[in-house]
């Protein structure tokens, strides 16, 4: 619009040392005028190339303002852990409760009921689970969420809807200045430890705190990627800010109070009971081991295990003389962990 307006001017001067050229030979005054026309002119024309220029630093000024507005929209771009965590894989789990269901009819009642595509629902993987349910993998948290809750206020009745929570590894760091906070230490690990941590990485903080013997050393329990646990445990250390930090495993199956099996409480047990100090038939507080330390501890799961591998004529040497909460000498916690490992390792490499 602005180039409009100045190019009729410009011609308007082109023509005029015709015009000025022609009255040359006219009186001084009329001369006058036309110089005087010029000059206003030159000056109007200067003045439309200045606001010109004003508005084309404005228009970049929005240009720009509105490419940053599309970054805040999409949340790729953004690499702050509350982006990452939003953008992980979601599962839902969604279930007849009607026993022997055809898994054709589940999927048919979900399609039928749930309107994936004007809800927007991105879905990677469809997997089949027991009882005819399945397991549905959205693209993110928000497309798991609405799953849920479409699936629920429609076939809460006739079905199980329910999301998984995924696991992730934790261990623990010790050895942090108080300098470091709960909010900059996911900085510090992601900057100052490229080996282990990528710009990719996962992480996140669940507690942060002053160690017990030194108030001035914090230690932190941290939620990682499985590959970055790998790294970290086989390192054994990280560095945040000027010190090295220790890292600790901090992978843990749940033991049963009751049995003192793996893999489950007390409130799912269907074992037996067992003292966990002598593996007696009898509750830990009945246990005769307080009153008489000659006894020996002995540990349930340590014996059990002893006595399978026996059966198999493998005589490895299973130390069976501690307290089943004793885990840094119990075989049988260890391999409880490193069974549960494996099979979580396994099935997300899926
Ligand atoms: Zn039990
Ligand atoms: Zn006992
Ligand atoms: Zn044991």
Known sequence: MLIAEINPIKE????????SSKIGVAEDQGMQQLLSEIQL?????????????????????????????????????IPTYANK?????????????KPDQSLSQTKSDVVKNVNLVDENIIINT?????????????SNQSCGDKLKQLASASLSNTYEVKLVRTFRPSVRIVGMSKDVTKESLPNYLLKQNPGIFSSSSWCRVLRYWSTFKDKSVFQADIEIDTCVYEKLIESGHVIVGVSGCKIFDMVSVPRCYKCNGFFHNAKQCKGVISCPLCAGAHPVNKCSIKEDETIERRCNNCLSLKNSLES???????????????????????????????????????
Do not use: M
């Open 126 to 138: 469809v997997k089949p689970v027991s009882s005819g349910g399945i397991l549905v993998e959205c």
């Open 312 to 350: 198999i004529s493998d005589f490895r040497n299973v130390d069976i003389n501690h307290a089943a909460w004793e885990y840094a000498k119990c075989e049988s916690y260890k391999l409880a962990v490193a069974k549960f490992k494996s099979s979580y390792f396994k099935s997300s490499k899926n």
């Open 85 to 97: 965590v939003s953008s992980q894989p979601s599962k839902v789990i969604i279930r007849p409760k």
């Open 41 to 77: 002119l030159r000056a109007e024309v200067n003045d439309l190339k200045e606001r010109n220029l004003d508005l084309v630093k404005s228009c970049q000024t929005v240009k720009t303002s509105e490419s940053n507005t599309d970054r805040c929209k999409d949340s790729n771009h």
């Open 12 to 19: 308007k001067l082109n023509t005029l040392p015709n015009v």
